[in-house]
């Protein structure tokens, strides 16, 4: 079965940082590709970082400079940075696991970005 369980979200002011984790339990994490969303309730979900398989993992555009992701093999967890935060970077925060197409989700962590 494919665990994935996400952490490290909370409140934080503007211009603060945290990671987020993702720790998986599938048998062989390197064969799925890794990535995360973002969504405000009411809102379409919005990739934050498109999978890989590697830690070559993709950060969208408008996200690059500020969000970084890697991954550890040994520890089976994926991280996402997030720094120089702003308010609208508010949203939960899923990661997901994804091979062939077959998606699987965590139950999402809350980032909360407020003075």
């Known amino acids: 079965q494919v665990q994935l369980v996400e952490s490290g979200g909370g409140l934080v002011q503007p211009g603060g940082s945290l990671r987020l984790s993702c720790v998986a339990s599938p048998r062989d994490f390197s064969i799925y590709a890794m990535g995360w969303y973002r969504q405000v309730p009411g809102k379409q979900r919005e990739l934050v970082a498109a999978?890989?398989?590697?830690?070559?993992?993709a950060i969208v555009e408008s996200l690059k400079g500020r969000f970084t992701i890697s991954r550890d093999h040994v520890k089976n967890t994926v991280y996402l940075q997030m720094n120089s935060l702003v308010p609208e970077d508010t949203a939960v925060y899923y990661c997901y696991a994804d091979r062939r197409g077959t998606i699987y989700w965590g139950q999402g962590t809350q980032v909360t970005v407020s003075s």
């Open positions: 999978g890989t398989r590697n830690s070559d993992t």
